[in-house]
């Protein structure tokens, strides 16, 4: 055998033993549930949905069900916790986090997450709203080859054993609100929620999604008295949009706002842009 064979072989032989022989936490082992999902005693209603996500999907490729367990006093030993940043680890969660592991939650938004795989237990942190959602998502596609193509379309492959690397990973979206209107996202929650895909009706004010300037100041309270307050079109005042340069407009539209976020004080996204029409 040539000296450079025999070095060939010795480098295949160890890059084959680093990858085979890498840590990994075993969830399912020859179709046996090794581990469970731990939420808080009260959890957020998207954190539940992950975890609903994450025992349905393990269910699926392996036919066993990981139990979900609510408790506020978790131990540490073979569970998925799933928690937010604000939240306090116990110390059986704490003993094999990385030493970034802290600094990369401090660094989470909201719909970010943190996924922290060690062989004994798995903390995934959400930073908010649906992150630890799309952190099981993150976990079930790049780990378990998991996909969902369409709403009647997904592929959960068939497996006796669902094992992850031992790893600390951490992702925050780059934009705020990801809107993809139409027949496959609309109607079907799961799908848009693993797509990671937002809906307007979660994230703006009702009614106040597009085409507001009538609810802002509708023609039927105004018109009449003040037809300066909407646009000139073709030599006459038109209801179908408001007029821009009217001072009176803007102060109205500040007023009505003023006290419609008072009846929806949750939301933060407000529209305020003109009506959809041929004016």
């Known amino acids: 055998m040539s000296k450079y064979l025999a070095i060939s072989l010795l480098s295949l032989l160890l890059s084959s033993t680093s990858i085979f022989g890498q840590k990994q936490a075993v969830l399912v082992k020859n179709g046996q549930p090794l581990y469970s999902i731990t939420l808080p005693a009260n959890p957020a ?18 036919g066993c069900t990981l139990d979900i367990v609510k408790t506020d006093d978790p131990t540490g030993a073979n569970t998925i916790l799933i928690t937010s940043p604000s939240s306090f680890l116990p110390k059986a969660f704490k003993t094999h986090l990385t030493r970034d592991f802290e600094a990369k939650k401090r660094q989470l938004i909201d719909d970010g997450f943190l996924v922290s795989i060690q ?7 959400s930073g908010g709203k649906k992150g630890a959602y799309y952190g099981v998502v993150h976990l079930l596609e790049k780990y378990s080859g998991c996909r969902m193509y369409a709403p009647n379309a997904e592929v959960m492959p068939s497996k006796t054993t669902v094992s992850w690397p031992v790893l600390c990973e951490t992702d925050n979206p780059v934009n705020t609100i990801r809107i993809v209107n139409g027949a496959m996202t609309e109607p079907n929650e799961d799908y848009r929620n693993w797509q990671r895909l937002n809906n307007h009706i979660e994230e703006f004010a009702n009614g106040y999604y597009v085409h507001t300037f009538n609810r802002l100041v509708p023609w039927e309270t ?4 003040h037809p300066e307050y909407f646009a000139w079109m073709n030599g006459k005042r038109v209801i179908d949009q408001l007029c821009l340069t009217n001072p009176d407009v803007f102060d109205l539209t500040i007023k009505k706002l003023k006290e419609e976020m008072a009846k929806q004080p949750d939301k933060k996204l407000w529209s305020v842009s003109q009506g959809d029409n041929f004016s």
């Open 45 to 62: 209603d998207t954190d539940e949905k992950a975890a609903v996500l994450l025992q349905s999907s393990v269910r699926k490729m392996t």
């Open 119 to 125: 062989p004994d237990n798995i903390v995934l942190v």
């Open 222 to 225: 105004y018109f009449e008295a």
